[in-house]
């Protein structure tokens, strides 16, 4: 018997906190973030991380979980997300997995298997594929991966560095492309009765809750967290200072640019983000939209829908797990 799974993904800025939360309530569900910033430690306004009085009693997986000094990558995501799952199921609850990050929330639901790799050897390609990078560029490395693996170039943005740096690894230490590892892995069949549910709006209205919440992470302290993580020792060589609003912000400490660019660059960045997340999530056969204009952004019929949708009944046990 498949265990059961709800899933609420989106662009950034969206709104799926309040939505989540709406339904945790209703269906005695715990929530797992699937968002590759959360699970840093000190990295909060950044990342839009929810509060413990927003969480309104409900419980959150995976925020917290990693100190930003170290990397943490798809194949810990998935395997720390496995066992918060099963616990969740195990307290009689049911989990709703929440997150933007489209790789990840796909990697958990389908059970992805990554391949046991030498972390010795795995070190050493990466330093080779990083000093390519500072002394020759993206466009340098992007030009490596399409010889190699000309389909994964076709899906990976010449930007995305990180996935870029991924895809020539996996190559040098498996003598196989990634495009052919991700295609095995897309045949096999999810061990979860899972509903996957995606949050969308009207471009310009997502983009304007994109600008007003850059604004808010401003006025919330954003500049003094980065200075904060940068006295740690952090910076840009770091996964975690990656994400859209620190490595901007760092750029702007070391002097780059004017604050007023800095935040325009931010909003730019986080709209072009959400972009690419819903290009993904159309890629994807397996979803279900929830336009907010559609619902006319009434949240209790989206997840009235949402409910329906799944076939979870309200209140699974007796017992309130959030208890």
Not at 175 to 182: D, R, Y
Request: with cysteine; net charge negative; aromatic share 8%.
């Amino acid at each position: 018997m498949k265990k059961p799974l709800i899933v609420i993904a989106g662009p950034t800025g969206v709104g799926k906190t309040s939505l989540s939360i709406g339904l945790a309530r209703r269906i005695n569900g715990q929530i797992i973030s699937a968002d590759s910033m959360q699970v840093y430690r000190g990295m909060d306004i950044g990342t839009a991380k929810i509060k413990p009085g927003e969480m309104q009693g409900i419980k959150h997986h995976m925020i917290d979980i990693s100190d930003p000094l170290q990397p943490f990558n798809i194949r810990e995501f998935k395997n720390r997300s496995t066992e918060c799952i099963d616990e969740v199921l195990h307290e009689g609850c049911i989990p709703i997995v929440v997150g933007g990050t489209g790789f990840y929330i796909k990697a958990l639901v389908y059970d992805t298997q990554f391949n046991d790799e030498d972390e010795n050897e795995s070190a050493a390609v990466r330093e080779e594929l990083n000093e390519i990078f500072e002394k020759n560029g993206k466009d340098a490395l992007y030009g490596i991966l399409k010889e190699l693996d000309p389909q994964a170039a076709a899906l990976i943005h010449p930007n995305n560095v990180k996935r870029v740096m991924r895809a020539i690894e996996f190559h040098r230490l498996h003598n196989s492309p990634i495009s052919e590892h991700n295609l095995n892995e897309n045949k096999k069949e999810s061990p979860y009765e899972f509903s996957f549910f995606v949050i969308s709006d009207e471009r310009e209205r997502l983009y304007e809750r994109i600008d007003k919440r850059v604004d808010i992470m401003m006025a919330e302290g954003l500049l003094e967290e980065v200075k904060a993580l940068k006295a740690k020792g952090l910076d840009k060589s770091h996964v975690s200072m990656q994400g859209i609003g620190y490595r901007q912000m760092l750029s702007y400490l070391d002097g780059e640019m004017s604050l007023d660019d800095t935040i325009e660059l931010i909003k730019r960045e986080s709209r072009r983000y959400a972009k690419r997340q819903l290009t993904w999530f159309r890629a994807q056969d397996f979803v279900k939209w929830v336009n907010r204009r559609e619902f006319n952004d009434d949240e209790e019929a989206m997840i009235e829908y949402m409910i329906r949708e799944s076939g979870v009944t309200a209140i699974q046990t007796g017992d309130y797990c959030n208890e």
